[in-house]
């Protein structure tokens, strides 16, 4: 009888990573491998090598990682004893995305194409070899992709690639552990980790597609930070997001029950309480304001969709934002458009790509400009602001 792996993951919700490191590891023994990368993935090791159990771990060496991850990657094989699969890409397939497009084409056209070349290919490649694999995600490190991360479960996106037709088993035992708790441990049992993680990197990839971050900052904010936050999964765990996630929010509201749109959908606004400083604005209103005309004032906009979590988490911050903004005495009307219900227009004449964004209006230029960090608490887009149109009163 096959395995029920949605109960497997209800009886590990209360255990320890490392009794689930146990458990996957005795339950398929050299049919499963440990993805390896960075902080989390040591940790991973660790755990593995506690267990006193032999285990496997892989690599994707996508020839553009960091000399510091090359380093890390020697002193873990010596400080365990093991020798890491390293997968490359595959030649042909890298050599044509590099002749037709560069090697910088991510920063124009997005990340997946590239990531498919260099990680996702090489990884289900790696994958038909094996029944299971374990991740180092976490439920906290991206809340828009990885918030709802089961301990087991059959692999949603590579599920295809196990071998002998069998389901393709997917163990993530740091699911519940915070970055704080991972590097307790890191910390506690004194492993080898990045050195580039001393430097204010925390979540770590490719060279050109990792940065540091700043204190406050999400750990994911340092990966493809022109994308926006919905994008930042390379492929390798895209199961995470939800259909229409994955196109980027672009379906339609659907009701409850999954109805067609209905007026009552039609009709949801955030910021609709009576008492709200934030301006509803109509499409005309927001016409006028995109066209050539004159201003007559400065306007901060958030572009929204009700049933985007992100716009949701916005709405009391933006709130406050605008009380802040009248308490301060700055002339700058707060307002907002909901803006899924005519993409068309958001995307060519407002740049809208993902929900929410943020626009400034300035009353004595032409245009707008675009608020281009995903940290949208009230200090930060605040100081962006100030940036932007100056701390004068208008």
Not at 207 to 219: F, I, K, M, Y
Request: charge should be neutral; charged fraction near 25%; glycine fraction near 8%.
């Amino acid at each position: 009888m096959p395995t029920d792996w949605t109960s497997v993951n209800k009886s590990l919700q209360d255990k320890s990573p490392l009794e689930i490191m146990d458990y996957a590891l005795a339950t398929f023994g050299k049919d499963i491998a440990i993805a390896f990368s960075g902080a989390e993935d040591v940790a991973l090791v660790e755990y593995a090598h506690l267990t006193g159990r032999p285990f496997r771990v892989f690599s994707l060496d996508t020839g553009r990682l960091n000399p510091e991850t090359y380093e890390l990657f020697e002193s873990v094989e010596a400080r365990y004893g093991l020798r890491i699969e390293y997968v490359v890409p595959e030649r042909a397939a890298l050599e044509d995305l590099v002749r037709r497009k560069g090697q910088f084409s991510f920063y124009r056209d997005g990340h997946k194409e590239c990531c498919g070349v260099r990680k996702v290919a090489p990884l289900r490649r790696m994958l038909s070899g094996v029944h299971a694999w374990i991740t180092g995600q976490r439920q906290d490190q991206s809340p828009g992709t990885r918030a709802a991360v089961p301990v087991v479960q059959a692999d949603p996106t590579f599920g295809s690639s196990a071998p002998e037709g069998l389901p393709l088993i997917k163990f993530n035992p740091l699911a519940h552990m915070s970055g704080r708790e991972v590097w307790g441990f890191l910390r506690a049992m004194d492993v080898p980790t990045n050195a580039l993680h001393a430097r204010g990197y925390v979540s770590i990839g490719c060279a050109p597609c990792t940065r540091a971050v700043l204190p406050g900052q999400h750990e994911r904010e340092g990966r493809w930070w022109w994308e926006d936050a919905g994008a930042k999964e390379c492929g390798l765990h895209s199961g995470n997001l939800s259909k229409a996630e994955a196109k980027g929010g672009e379906k339609a509201f659907q009701g409850k029950a999954g109805r067609e749109t209905s007026r009552e959908d039609r009709e949801a606004r955030l910021w609709a309480r009576p008492d709200s400083m934030v301006r509803a604005l109509s499409l005309e209103q927001v016409r006028d304001l995109a066209g050539d005309g004159p201003r007559e004032e400065d306007l901060l906009l958030a572009l929204y969709a009700p049933w985007c979590r992100f716009c949701q988490a916005l709405e009391q911050p933006y709130e406050d934002l605008a009380a802040q903004l009248h308490r301060r005495g700055r002339k700058v009307a707060v307002a907002a458009w909901r803006a899924d219900l005519d993409r068309k227009f958001a995307n060519e004449q407002l740049g809208l790509e993902t929900f929410p964004t943020i626009l400034f209006f300035p009353k004595s230029v032409k245009g707008f400009v675009k608020y281009p960090s995903e940290k949208r608490d009230v200090e930060s887009v605040s100081l962006w602001l100030d940036a932007v149109a100056g701390r004068a009163q208008h």
